[in-house]
């Protein structure tokens, strides 16, 4: 049935979140026919590599927007059959980790105004545009770096109005499930999420957190998560696959922010287990991202590591290991790949097929600003096949990312 062709009389295919309802009315009823209909249509619907669960979970919710959705009778002929989401395009664009200074650090000498200039031609024409804010937006607040808390206590505080460059530049989503998230304590994330909103840009990274809007007719949901008490947990696999699950029964794309992994510039390898930085526990990357895309997630971009790190394929879904550093104004070491950045660009379709995709190379420059270049692409390619094989991502020349036959 999911394989005929369609008449022009045939009924509009199910929204993802449509089937979910008529799925929970089966259970309640005992339906079990109406369940295998329901299962039939959403194989047809596109799902590749196998069909993954879409069921509710019971976690706090917080969405940026909110369209009722209204079922069509199929006996009206005269109603438009509604927009397949398989025709559908959405385009994302990621990068890693942005610091656009700090004090006591320093800040930009214009204020911040050119900190994007040279590399925001890369994310012309993202729907959805995506960032680690890596720090705070903020004047106020207490820092965690207080007295006898040693040398390796970074605090960054970026006035709130930087906010603002971050939407010139076309970023249009951050995620704030990070190590610095609460730098300044819960005052200091207060004023972040508020200069945040006040520059029309959406977060996501919270406890319980789904942050939705709507591109192009689809429902496109994002989660942030880290091993922090004030992020989404990373560590409770668990617990993300439900909130993930969630994610998906409310939307047609789910994208995953994961703040994963070991520091440093010997850190550019996936390794298999729990990663650890300085003590402190940092997830265990392949089985987190695994579990999620299980659950529903149909991309998985990541930060954390200050370096770039492989890309696979799992269930036909893209996992960007490690977007590294993407800008930081006197704050990061730099060097080697510590210094070596890129921009991920990737089409999806409407119900979360992997269309298309490419690195865009980039590279951070003294004091920390983020310019086009470097040999991204191929350590990217090298990582990925080191790292995963036959389940890496394959990388062209050109930064084009496909996957490998098998």
């Not at 706090?60 to 009778?73: G, H, K």
């Not at 105004?113 to 040279?118: D, K, L, W, Y």
């Not at 704030?176 to 945040?196: I, K, M, S």
């Not at 298999?272 to 990357?285: A, D, I």
Request: aromatic residues 6%.
């Amino acid at each position: 049935m999911g394989q005929s062709q369609r008449s022009a009389n045939a009924p509009p295919r199910p929204t993802r979140r449509q089937v979910y309802r008529r799925r929970r009315i089966a259970a309640v009823f005992g339906l079990g026919g109406l369940v295998a209909c329901v299962g039939a249509v959403a194989f047809a619907v596109g799902r590749d590599d196998g069909a993954r669960p879409r069921a509710s979970a019971e976690v706090s919710t917080t969405s940026t927007t909110s369209t009722p959705e209204q079922t069509t009778p199929a006996t009206t002929p005269s109603v438009p059959a509604a927009p397949r989401k398989d025709a559908a395009r959405v385009r994302f664009v990621a990068v890693g980790d942005i610091v656009m200074g700090s004090r006591p650090y320093g800040l930009p000498p214009d204020g911040g105004a050119s900190f994007f200039r040279s590399v925001d031609t890369l994310f012309a024409g993202g729907d959805v545009v995506m960032g680690n804010l890596e720090g705070t937006l903020a004047s106020g607040g207490s820092s965690k770096c207080g007295t006898g808390s040693g040398p390796n206590c970074f605090a960054f505080r970026t006035p709130p109005s930087y906010a603002k460059w971050l939407s010139k530049a076309g970023f249009t989503l951050m995620n704030v499930a990070n190590n610095h998230a609460f730098d300044f304590g819960p005052q200091g994330q207060r004023e972040t999420l508020t200069a945040l909103r006040r520059h029309g840009l959406r977060h996501t990274g919270r406890p319980g957190q789904i942050t939705i809007q709507t591109v192009n007719g689809v429902r496109v949901a994002a989660v942030g998560f880290a091993a922090y008490k004030w992020a989404a947990s990373l560590t409770d696999i668990p617990a993300a696959k439900a909130l993930v699950a969630k994610a998906a029964s409310q939307a047609d794309i789910v994208v995953v922010a994961m703040h994963a992994g070991a520091e440093g510039s010997d850190a550019t390898h996936v390794r298999p287990g729990n990663e650890t930085y300085l003590g402190e526990p940092r997830g265990n990357s392949v089985a987190f991202t695994h579990a999620v895309i299980d659950a529903g997630a149909d991309l998985v971009w990541s930060s954390g590591p200050h370096v770039l790190r492989g890309m696979e394929f799992h269930r036909g879904r893209l996992i960007a290991y490690s977007l590294g550093n993407f800008a930081g104004y006197k704050v990061f070491s730099l060097g080697g790949t510590l210094s070596t950045s890129a921009v991920l660009q990737v089409t999806l379709t409407g119900d979360g097929v992997f269309v298309s995709g490419r690195i865009r190379p980039t590279q951070i420059v003294k004091p920390g600003l983020p310019s086009p270049g470097g040999g991204a692409i191929s350590l990217i390619a090298g990582l990925s096949q080191a790292d995963f094989g036959l389940r890496g991502a394959k990388i062209g020349a050109n930064g084009s990312i496909t996957r490998r036959k098998v």
